[in-house]
């Protein structure tokens, strides 16, 4: 199982507050652009231990994640919002204003019948007016082959188009992760297909990108 009770107990000190702040307040920023209610539905898939919903209290949140490790500790820092155990192509009930899909969650989809599936039921489950938010990890990402951050020890392998993450802790604790990498033209593809377009794309929180294909991240902002 990936973010196992070890790894989920220490994934919030990855990341500083600031950062999740910093994203929910573009999120927020392209709701508001967008003309999109007040108090908007928001469904979060991959929603991890709930820090970025967390900023969206004042709204109709839910959430989903496979780790029932990650979704423990995203309940109890949500306590009034429905987080759900289950896989990223699960079943959506009712229909979103805003569907977010942050921190690489689409890349860990390996296979094109179940990224097609995917972006389908995005499409089904959001709004006439509605949004779809996400980023990804390109192939033009850069990853260095060791990192260690907070006594975790990444060891990263890169080939024929995947990341394959071997993260251990000095206690004995492992457990191995696998993300595919997209090209633009991949992802613009499987979101054609559902004749959903999309309307705006970033590299960063504030920068609009010119040439997708070059970035090694983006975020894309996709509507019907």
């Known amino acids: 199982m990936i973010y196992g009770k070890d790894f989920a107990k220490q994934y919030d000190k990855i990341y500083k507050e600031d950062f999740y702040r910093n994203y929910s307040d573009f999120i927020k920023k392209i709701i508001k652009e967008r003309g ?3 108090n908007p539905s928001v469904f979060d898939i991959g929603c991890g231990t709930g820090r970025i919903i967390k ?5 109709r949140c839910s959430g989903i994640d496979p780790s029932k490790e990650m979704v423990k500790i995203a309940r109890d820092r949500n ?7 289950g896989k990223f192509n699960s079943k959506i009930r009712g229909k979103f204003d805003v569907i977010i899909s942050t921190f690489d969650t689409i890349n860990y989809i390996l296979k094109d019948k179940e990224m097609e599936a995917f972006f389908k ?5 959001i709004t006439d007016n509605g949004i779809f938010i996400f980023d990804f990890n390109t192939k033009n990402k850069k990853i260095p082959s060791i990192i260690q951050k907070e006594g975790f020890t990444y060891i990263n ?3 024929n188009g995947y990341w394959e993450i071997n993260v251990a802790d000095n206690k004995g604790y492992s457990e191995k992760h696998k ?4 090209s633009f033209s991949e992802i613009e593809g499987f979101i054609s297909k559902t004749g959903m377009r999309i309307t705006e794309i970033y590299s960063n ?7 997708p294909k ?3 991240r983006l975020i894309l902002v996709v509507e019907k």
């Open 36 to 38: 999109i209610k007040k």
């Open 55 to 59: 900023y969206f209290k004042k709204w």
């Open 79 to 85: 306590k009034n919002i429905s987080i759900s155990v």
């Open 121 to 125: 039921n995005i499409k089904n489950h």
């Open 157 to 159: 392998t890169v080939k």
């Open 179 to 182: 993300e595919r990498f997209f």
């Open 205 to 211: 929180f504030n920068k609009k990108v010119s040439n």
């Open 214 to 216: 070059e970035a090694g």
